[in-house]
């Protein structure tokens, strides 16, 4: 198989507070051509995240460790305290591991979410 994209779909039963909360405390950059939940990152020009309603998902994920959204950042502890200050819960700050600084936060759905800096 040769795949030219890959794309991660999130449903919701309340996707437009997840779609706010990408766009307007994540920062992450919609892609108006392909809908409201559609989202880019970093350099690329495709999308690499698309947030629906889906009628059988109700309430918040009841196995939030399945899946998990990892952003890469340059700098792990601003991007948590800014993210802190609007409101973001973590469940784990910025600890160093095996090659690099994480820490995990939770959308408004209760999906993992992992800032990531890598060692150089």
């Given at each position: 198989m040769k795949v030219d994209q890959f794309v991660v779909?999130?449903?919701?039963?309340?996707?437009?507070?997840?779609?706010?909360f990408y766009r307007d405390v994540v920062g992450l950059t919609p892609?108006?051509?392909?809908?409201?939940?559609a989202f880019m990152a970093g350099s690329?020009?495709?999308?690499?995240?698309?947030?629906e309603g889906h009628?059988?998902?109700?309430?918040?994920t009841k196995e939030p460790q399945r899946v998990l959204l990892?952003?890469?950042?340059?700098?792990?502890?601003s991007e948590e305290t800014r993210l802190k200050e609007q409101g973001v819960q973590?469940?784990?700050s910025a600890t160093v591991k095996l090659h690099?600084?994480?820490?995990?936060?939770?959308?408004?759905?209760?999906?993992?979410?992992?800032?990531v800096e890598l060692d150089s």
């Amino acid at each position: 198989m040769k795949v030219d994209q890959f794309v991660v779909n999130i449903n919701s039963e309340q996707p437009e507070t997840l779609i706010a909360f990408y766009r307007d405390v994540v920062g992450l950059t919609p892609n108006e051509e392909m809908g409201p939940g559609a989202f880019m990152a970093g350099s690329s020009s495709f999308i690499a995240l698309i947030i629906e309603g889906h009628s059988e998902v109700k309430g918040a994920t009841k196995e939030p460790q399945r899946v998990l959204l990892n952003f890469l950042v340059s700098d792990v502890a601003s991007e948590e305290t800014r993210l802190k200050e609007q409101g973001v819960q973590f469940i784990m700050s910025a600890t160093v591991k095996l090659h690099g600084v994480f820490a995990t936060f939770l959308d408004p759905d209760g999906n993992y979410c992992q800032l990531v800096e890598l060692d150089s």
